[in-house]
């Protein structure tokens, strides 16, 4: 049976871990969107034409560690603009949601545009402050050189391109639970994501 967890939120928000967790919990396959508006930023700062890198994209491309750069994250919220590009990502996307046996996307427009008949739908938020010293923390650990001011301004930056854009912008569902992990830890964040998907399984059975 399908049945489709939609996490959206900002950059470092925190719907990743939250994803992750959730899928292995319940056995459900998770994937992270991002991942290929990242694969497709990456191509375009090779040279390909960002329509021709969406349509050729494959699952290999989702595996390279090279995409989780802040280069890479701002190109991808360039590409991410544009509705051709977008909407050659929406078939791999929608076949993925309502695959049997559940799964998890997270994302930006999951629950808006890709799969709005989702059971549960969450938006994760935190404050521009936090998620920044969070992402300064993960690309300081990968050795990659950067600044705590850097990292917050291309949130900043981020957030404005996801929010401001015509096509897909980044918004909670009318019907999304809000999750604020500003002063959650991990596991308090994944109690409420648990428990808004428990009360829909109990309410459906
Ligand atoms: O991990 P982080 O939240 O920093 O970024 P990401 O989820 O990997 O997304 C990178 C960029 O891809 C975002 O800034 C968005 O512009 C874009 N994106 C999107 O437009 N729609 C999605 N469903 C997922 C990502």
């Given at each position: ?6 996490v959206?939120?900002p ?39 960002p ?10 491309d ?22 051709d590009?977008?909407?050659?990502l ?20 999951i ?10 739908k969450?938006?994760v ?9 969070r ?18 301004a291309?949130?900043?930056a ?6 401001g854009?015509?096509e ?14 500003s002063r959650?830890?991990v ?19």
């Amino acid at each position: 049976m399908a049945f489709t967890i939609a996490v959206d939120g900002p950059a470092a928000s925190g719907k990743g871990t939250i994803s992750k967790a959730l899928a292995r919990e319940l056995g459900f396959a998770h994937l992270d969107t991002g991942l290929l508006y990242r694969a497709v930023g990456r191509k375009v700062l090779d040279g390909v034409d960002p329509l021709e890198a969406a349509q050729a994209l494959l699952a290999e491309d989702l595996e390279n560690d090279a995409l989780r750069t802040p280069e890479v994250a701002q190109a991808a919220s360039k590409v991410a603009v544009l509705g051709d590009v977008r909407a050659a990502l929406v078939d791999f996307q929608r076949a993925f949601a309502r695959r049997a046996g559940g799964a998890v996307l997270d994302g930006r427009d999951i629950g808006t545009v890709i799969c709005p008949e989702a059971e549960v739908k969450l938006f994760v938020t935190a404050s521009a402050e936090v998620r920044a010293e969070r992402r300064f923390r993960e690309l300081s650990e990968k050795g990659i050189e950067t600044s705590f001011d850097e990292v917050l301004a291309d949130v900043r930056a981020r957030d404005e391109r996801d929010m401001g854009r015509a096509e897909a912008p980044l918004k909670p569902a009318e019907d999304a639970v809000h999750i604020d992990t500003s002063r959650l830890d991990v596991d308090a964040a994944f109690q409420a994501a648990l428990a808004a998907v428990r009360e829909k399984q109990e309410a459906q059975s």
